[in-house]
């Protein structure tokens, strides 16, 4: 008796979130012996509490291929995070109740801490309930703060982004210089964990080339020195490069920019961090900036995505599928490194009760001592990561990125 | 009795003026019969007037070559404006007497509006003084706006920079709509042209697809019907994607976003429009929203260039110096389109006094009449110049942009 699948995307999507979508519907497709139909969460986990589920056996198999270089979340995603079992048990068993209403055994969550929580306690309340449901978490988070995993899909490619985007600029700025800007400052992403302002770094191999400041959430922000350090590099280079994370916190811990509101999860909406830097810069300098935030640039750029970070999220999700028929429950897959150089990797798996609701920061060791750059260790770790180049087709100038029918599932269950 | 040329970049730089630089470095080495040493200005204009010139005779083939796929300015640039001829005759004078000094009968000059006025003033001047130097302008803008010139070298890969980057953040922000942001905002460049917000809306083939508003410079910014458009939109399809320029204006002419402080050539510096808009968004309609500031990730990013653009980077450059060979002057290369399907275009020339100081505004019937999109008519201008994908070489995931030596011409005259 075959059961059918549910994928369901979670939280911000990535340039190759359905790179891993791609991996779950393709494999799926060939055990067609032993899994029925996948059908996908519309808007997330939303689709499966109002039951507004997608038939991706609708889609054929050129649209699946296709998701492979398409960023964006093909099904729609959603921030939208389950409660605890006791606060709110009802939509646990909401969810329990569709997947037994459309015969689905098998849970693919495909998001981070916050989802392989979710996911945990699907797989629990499932059993408790009498349905057991084989739940299977699949790693993506462009901030790289899962736990475990060397590493998480989404990530490389905001790294490869990043790393590209601030050599370019730095270019920029450095022949503009002698009569315009002196400094530039590079706004990414990273709301606790450093890992995409470290990835500036990769861009500044030479001594003394730019980024020539990173500023990162684990070190708290030291006015004094930053601007003493912007000051030294414009006087040694004639510019200054700076990289900055939106997660960057004043020493009693408040953001350098809070735009005062939260998001569904609690966080606080970040924003601004780049013009907050920049006003300090001209006020205590009176020097020339400009800035650039990347915001959604950074983590939808498919047409710069690495080709490690697309093989790895394509893995993460073929291979999830392959546990599942193999009778591993309640893990998230999970990318395990086994070398630096050459990088050589794998794909294993992880409990979920070990990465749910954890983030990984930033080792003190991949920062260098003065708190503005990173270590050889960072860049080791690092540097695998943006390796290759993974271009979407063109056509007519434009990437020809795919869209799909989205046929809904027939609702079996009122509201 | 052959004489030397020189070569200055001016102006803010692109992903492709390197590439005009290739061009003319290249062309004149096959022409070393006819021409000399090619001098280039060390930050531009800057260079000849304090007689801070660099000897590209010293820089390999290779290196040239590698100019062809580096972005910024490889000798330099400056934001410098030479006065009126009146104001300021001693500077002219002194460029004469730096050519003079170094046998400088060519005179190179890749930039914008300003240069070409430049340009013409030193061709009057050596004339008068005795010392004829043959001029000829080379087009560069990322903002499109020179006159009589199809289209401006830099622009194209601007353009398909923004038209890929917009068309990947919207499949991101639609994809989240439901439980998150609602409007996504992408700043882009243009002073007083909209060309390059009009770029954006190549992302938008089909109807309703995004970017669903386009802010132009040329469009009197009108508070309440850009806030019903964006109501409206997030109605139909649940979310709105807008560009806006850096040059858009209120009714009675104020910029949107001024900074307050000017640069060298006089012109108001901008910033802060897209978080103009998000806060009127965010204040008048209460959706969440997001934005992005491309600022100089956008003119530099030479890994996602036009082909066509770097294509007729180079021939400006290459006809330049063919040009001056043959004995013209005061004249700037041009790019003149013959057909739009198929794209069919040579390289001609024009007249510097009809290009100086002057700039072409988007025409009215490439703007919808409702002031928020591009036409047909738009698309079909704007269409062949993001043909074709130029991806530089790339080592260990980043791409390889070449560095020039540099090395100084010996001074023969003092201050």
């Known amino acids: 008796m075959k059961q059918n699948g549910f994928y369901a995307q979670s939280g911000g999507v990535t340039a190759v979130i359905n790179v891993s979508a791609c991996g779950v519907l393709e494999t799926a497709r060939m055990h067609g012996d032993r899994i029925g139909k996948i059908y996908a969460g519309r808007n997330g986990i939303i689709g499966a509490l109002t039951e507004d589920m997608i038939d991706t056996s609708q889609e054929t198999d050129e649209a699946i291929a296709a998701l492979r270089h398409t960023p964006g979340g093909a099904f729609g995603s959603a921030r939208y995070k389950l409660k605890g079992l006791d606060e709110n048990r009802a939509e646990y068993e909401r969810l329990i109740e569709v997947f037994r209403a459309h015969d689905i055994g098998y849970f693919f969550y495909n998001g981070g801490g916050d989802s392989m929580d979710t996911a945990h306690k699907v797989s629990q309340l499932g059993t408790e309930l009498g349905f057991p449901v084989t739940c299977v978490g699949i790693p993506k988070t462009v901030d790289n703060d899962l736990p475990v995993t060397d590493t998480c899909p989404g990530f ?21 210089a002698k009569t315009s ?123 710069i995505a690495s080709a490690v970070d697309v093989e790895q999220a394509y893995a993460v999700g073929e291979k999830a599928v392959e546990l599942a028929l193999d009778g591993h429950n309640a893990i998230m897959t999970s ?59 063109y056509r007519d100038g434009l990437p020809c990125y795919g869209g799909l029918r989205n046929v809904a599932v027939p609702a079996k269950l009122g509201d």
Chains 1, 2 share one sequence.
């Open 181 to 303: 800007t002196r400094v530039f400052i590079l706004e990414v992403m990273g709301r606790h964990a450093g890992w995409i302002a470290a990835a500036a770094g990769l861009a500044g191999k030479d001594p003394g080339s730019a980024p020539h400041i990173i500023l990162f959430p684990e070190i708290p922000f030291d006015r004094g020195r930053f601007l003493k350090r912007v000051s030294d590099s414009v006087q040694r280079h004639e510019y200054c490069v700076v990289a900055v994370s939106e997660g960057t916190r004043h020493p009693e811990g408040r953001f350098l920019a809070e735009a005062g509101t939260r998001d569904a999860f609690g966080h606080a909406q970040l924003g601004g961090v780049a013009s907050t830097v920049a006003g300090l810069i001209q006020s205590e300098l009176g020097l020339k900036y400009h800035y650039a935030i990347a915001d959604y640039l950074q983590r939808s750029a498919r047409h």
């Open 335 to 393: 990318v395990v490194r086994t070398s630096d150089s050459p990088y050589r990797w794998h794909i294993g798996h992880v409990g979920l009760e070990k990465v749910a609701n954890q983030e990984k920061m930033m080792p003190r060791e991949f920062i260098t001592e003065d708190g503005f750059g990173i270590t050889e260790a960072c860049r080791r770790y690092l540097e695998p990561l943006i390796q290759g180049e993974d271009y979407p087709p």
């Open 156 to 176: 490389g490619s905001v790294a490869k982004y990043v790393a590209v985007s601030i050599m370019e600029a730095a270019l920029d700025v450095a022949s503009m």
